[in-house]
T-cell receptor, first 113, second 113 residues
Framework: AQSVTQPDIHITVSEGASLELRCNYS??????LFWYVQSPGQGLQLLLK????DTLVQGIKGFEAEFKRSQSSFNLRKPSVHWSDAAEYFC???????????WGLGTSLAVNP | NAGVTQTPKFQVLKTGQSMTLQCAQD?????MYWYRQDPGMGLRLIYY???????DKGEVPNGYNVSRLNKREFSLRLESAAPSQTSVYFC????????????FGPGTRLTVT
């Protein structure tokens, strides 16, 4: 069965530091991959997505993610974190003909001043 | 363009009471979804509707019913609320075709006492 794993439940970084959030998926072919962000008390907002083509995708708010087929990973990165990036981040996968998304459990990001 | 709207934002129910959560989208999307979000469990799909007139069960449908009233509206009903249904509920929508990302509403925080 398809699955999505976000190994880090909680991460704390200092403002200005770089960030990498990990996402691993289980699926035989190339899935459609997404990263969403949820600010406190808000709904989820799409940060970026990967369908095909260039494996490094750019998203909103200065985020990027890289699809690595050999590692079944789609890690989210940002070179310099801002205090406003403190939020919950979710990785999601659409696999095959399934109309549904398969969601990771999320990574909570805290940013120290 | 309001996107996905949900009402109410907050609700407190007593065990055994019923209520309907309302969701509407103005993006002419075909598919709509209801999720619940609980700490440490990520997003779990309750029901979804691939198009007007169709609904399907997700991972956790027990205790819920849905109605796809028209293309815009997708409601979630709790017939007899239980404390286990205390959660934050999100509605999402998606357009047909190759674009698979889902757009989320702001959520309804429901407490059942």
């Amino acid at each position: 069965a398809q699955s999505v794993t976000q190994p880090d439940i909680h991460i704390t970084v200092s403002e200005g530091a770089s960030l990498e959030l990990r996402c691993n998926y289980s699926y035989g072919a190339t899935p459609y991959l997404f990263w969403y962000v949820q600010s406190p008390g808000q709904g989820l907002q799409l940060l970026l997505k990967y369908f095909s083509g260039d494996t490094l995708v750019q998203g909103i708010k200065g985020f990027e993610a890289e699809f690595k087929r050999s590692q079944s990973s789609f890690n989210l990165r940002k070179p310099s974190v801002h205090w406003s990036d403190a939020a919950e981040y979710f990785c999601a996968v659409k696999a095959g003909n399934n109309r549904k998304l398969i969601w990771g459990l999320g990574t909570s990001l805290a940013v120290n001043p | 363009n309001a996107g996905v709207t949900q009402t109410p934002k907050f609700q407190v129910l007593k065990t055994g009471q019923s209520m309907t959560l309302q969701c509407a989208q103005d993006m002419n999307h075909n598919s709509m979804y209801w999720y619940r979000q609980d700490p440490g469990m990520g997003l779990r799909l309750i029901y979804y509707s691939a198009s007007e007139g169709t609904t399907d069960k997700g991972e956790v449908p027990n205790g819920y019913n849905v109605s796809r009233l028209n293309k815009r509206e997708f409601s979630l009903r709790l017939e007899s609320a239980a404390p286990s249904q205390t959660s934050v509920y999100f509605c999402a929508s998606r357009q047909r075709g190759e674009v698979y990302e889902q757009y989320f509403g702001p959520g309804t925080r429901l407490t059942v006492t």
